[in-house]
C-alpha cells in the first residue's frame, strides 16, 4: 500500500506531502525529494500513513532516497556558499544605491540557483544587480521580494515574551490578525505594546481569540446597565480570566464584581 510522509524543508516551514515508497521512515529522519527546484535535502514531520487517508489532487513526488554524510556535507558548503553570496550582494545592493533590504540567501541543494530574498517600500529596478551576480558565481539568480511578516520568520528572534517568535518556531503559515482581537482581549491599544518584530500585530493575537469570544457570550456587553451587590451601574470592563467585570455605579465610583453576583437589566417595553 502507498502511503505519505510529510517533509518539511525549513523549520517552522511548510509541510508538504511525498509518497514515501519503499522507505522506512520516522519523524526526523533525512531524506533526499525531488522537487521543482531539483533535488532536496528535507526532514520528516509527520510520519507515514496510508494514501487513501489523505486527499491529493495530484500524483506524489517520492521520496527519492534517504540522505547521507556526504549530502550533510553538500548541504554545509551551501550554506557558506549562502553566506559568501549575500555578503557580495550587499556590498553591490550599497554601491548601487539600491533601495532594498537583502535579508536572506538560499542555495537549491545541486548549488545549481541562488535566491536572493529582500523587503522593499516599492518596486526596485535590479536589473544590473542581477547582471553583476551572474558574473560572479555563474549560477541561476532569482530575486524575491517578500512582505516584512516573511522576514521575520525567515530571520527569526525574540518576542516580548523572551521566546523564539512564533512564525519561526512552529507557525506554518500567517493567520489575518486585527486590532478588534487586541480589543476582545482587553488588551492596551498601544502598537509598541501589541506589535511584534515585523512591526505588524502579533501573530499570537490569534491564539486566544476563539475562547475570549466564547467566554464572552455570558457576559453582559460593554455599556450595558446591570444590578450588582453595590448597586446598578453600566458595564465598563471585562476581565474574563477572573471571571469578573467592571462597573460605573450611578451612586459613583467603580466596582468589580463577580459575573455571578450580576444581574443584567431587562430592556424597558
Do not use: W
Not at 539600491?98 to 535566491?115: H, Q, R
Not at 524575491?144 to 521575520?152: E, F, L, M, P
Not at 519561526?168 to 487586541?182: D, H, L, T
Not at 491599544?189 to 493575537?205: H, Q, V
Amino acid at each position: 500500500m502507498e502511503k505519505v510522509v510529510g517533509i518539511r524543508f525549513k523549520p517552522a516551514g511548510k509541510i508538504y506531502d511525498f509518497n514515501s515508497g519503499p522507505y522506512v521512515l520516522n519523524v526526523g529522519d533525512k531524506v533526499i525529494v525531488t522537487t521543482e527546484q531539483g533535488l532536496g535535502l528535507g526532514v520528516v514531520a509527520t510520519p507515514p500513513e496510508p494514501l487513501n487517508k489523505k486527499e491529493t489532487s495530484s500524483p506524489l513526488k517520492k521520496v527519492f532516497r534517504l540522505a547521507t554524510n556526504e549530502d550533510v556535507v553538500q548541504r554545509e558548503k551551501n550554506i557558506l556558499l549562502e553566506t559568501e553570496a549575500h555578503d557580495f550582494c550587499q556590498k553591490q545592493v550599497e554601491k548601487l544605491k539600491l533601495e532594498m533590504n537583502l535579508f536572506a540567501v538560499e542555495s537549491t541543494f545541486d548549488a545549481s540557483k541562488l535566491t536572493f530574498f529582500f523587503t522593499a517600500d516599492g518596486r526596485v529596478d535590479f536589473r544590473e544587480l542581477v547582471k553583476i551576480l551572474v558574473r560572479q558565481f555563474r549560477l541561476r539568480i532569482e530575486m524575491r521580494q517578500v512582505g516584512i511578516r516573511n522576514q521575520a520568520k525567515m530571520c527569526g528572534g525574540l518576542g516580548r515574551c523572551g521566546r523564539e517568535i512564533c512564525c519561526s518556531s512552529f507557525i506554518e503559515k500567517f493567520e489575518p490578525v486585527s486590532i478588534k482581537m487586541a480589543k476582545e482581549q482587553g488588551l492596551s491599544l498601544n502598537p509598541t505594546k501589541i506589535s511584534g518584530l515585523c512591526g505588524r500585530l502579533m501573530c499570537c493575537l490569534t491564539f486566544e481569540d476563539g475562547t475570549y469570544k466564547k467566554l464572552k457570550e455570558c457576559y453582559p456587553k460593554v455599556g450595558k446597565f446591570v444590578t450588582t451587590d453595590k448597586g446598578r451601574g453600566k458595564v465598563i470592563r471585562h476581565n474574563v480570566i477572573g471571571n469578573r467585570l467592571t462597573v460605573r455605579l450611578d451612586e459613583g465610583g467603580e466596582y468589580e464584581a463577580d459575573l455571578a453576583n450580576v444581574k443584567q437589566d431587562k430592556p424597558k417595553g
